[in-house]
């Protein structure tokens, strides 16, 4: 495996590990996003733009509260890198998850990270359900 490839696996994996807390319910989801460069998460609802530490944590505390467990199932995800930036865009679905069924629409995100000491740090999560989209 060569650097470039060592680079995508690890980026991918940060949207694996996001998917993983969110889907767990699990707070610590906030630090996995957060960090001292700045993070800004822009949803597909009205109002689910966070800009600080605290709007994250209340929007996840929200999102957890609710009578669903949500997750994505990726279609296709894309790395693309310019030095100590890259993006990551994934077409997925957004799975629903009730205790006695579930539902799945159409989701895309375009996510940001940045580089710093070695280690990619999330930097912008955009999240958008497309209208009409696959149908």
């Not at 994996?13 to 807390?21: E, H, Q, T, W, Y």
């Not at 710093?116 to 912008?124: E, N, S, T």
Request: net charge negative; proline share 4%.
């Amino acid at each position: 495996m060569d650097a470039a490839d060592a680079e995508v696996r690890a980026l991918l994996a940060k949207l694996d590990r996001l998917n993983n807390l969110v889907y767990a319910r699990d707070p610590a989801v906030v630090e996995e996003l957060w960090n001292d460069l700045g993070f800004r998460l822009v949803g597909s609802e009205l109002g689910e733009v966070d800009e600080t530490r605290e709007e994250l944590a209340a929007h996840m505390k929200a999102l957890f509260a609710k009578p669903f467990r949500i997750s994505w199932a990726w279609r296709e995800r894309k790395v693309t890198r310019q030095g100590d930036l890259a993006w990551v865009f994934a077409d997925s679905e957004i799975v629903i998850a009730y205790p006695d069924r579930s539902e799945r629409k159409p989701y895309r995100m375009l996510c940001i990270f940045q580089k710093r000491d070695g280690h990619w740090h999330w930097r912008v999560f955009n999240g958008s359900e497309p209208v009409g989209a696959y149908s």
